[in-house]
């Protein structure tokens, strides 16, 4: 019987771990999902649509244009997109440099007939990290992308 509880006990002890370790993976995962989704990049992907949206679809002509937009925006606003400074806000955390932003992108604020994979750039790392960088479309969605993918999903693209 002093057996039998041991190993119920140990057993019991394993499932925990066992559960640790996927909760600090996942924990992990989180984490990473989380940056992403509070990157410069995808708060400019959501900026694009906007502006695309209150401009028949169309993209911002020129980083003039487009960083004079961000600014008219009411402070409440970009306080709750967490936009302190808006310069800032254009120059990737990861490689420190300016993302490459394509801009007078036509029907950035609809999808395509292929879905978000489909949907045009509208933004990227000009270096990334670690041999890849994310690229933001039109629809708001972030991809990591290797440097082969990469130049499939945005032939002659800007690179450092």
């Known amino acids: 019987m002093k057996q039998l509880r041991n190993r119920w006990v140990v057993g019991i002890g394993g499932i925990g771990v066992a559960t640790a370790l996927l909760l600090a993976g996942c924990s992990r995962t989180t984490q990473k999902a989380q940056a992403r989704e509070e990157s410069h990049l995808k708060k400019l992907a959501v900026l694009y649509m906007q502006y695309a949206a209150q401009h028949r679809g169309q993209g911002p002509a020129s980083e003039a244009e487009f960083k004079s937009f961000v600014r008219s925006?009411?402070?409440a606003q970009r306080k709750s997109l967490g936009i302190e400074d808006v310069d800032a806000l254009f120059i990737s955390e990861r490689d420190g440099k300016p993302y490459v932003i394509v801009?007078?992108?036509?029907?950035?604020a609809a999808p395509g007939p292929g879905g978000a994979g489909?949907?045009?750039v509208?933004?990227?790392e000009q270096v990334g990290q670690g041999?890849?960088?994310y690229v933001a479309n039109s629809l708001g969605a972030l991809e990591l992308l290797d440097e082969a993918a990469f130049r499939q999903r945005v032939p002659g693209g800007k690179t450092q």
């Open 122 to 124: 509208i933004g990227y």
């Open 73 to 75: 925006l009411p402070e």
């Open 131 to 133: 041999g890849s960088r």
């Open 118 to 120: 489909a949907a045009p």
């Open 103 to 108: 801009y007078g992108v036509k029907g950035a």
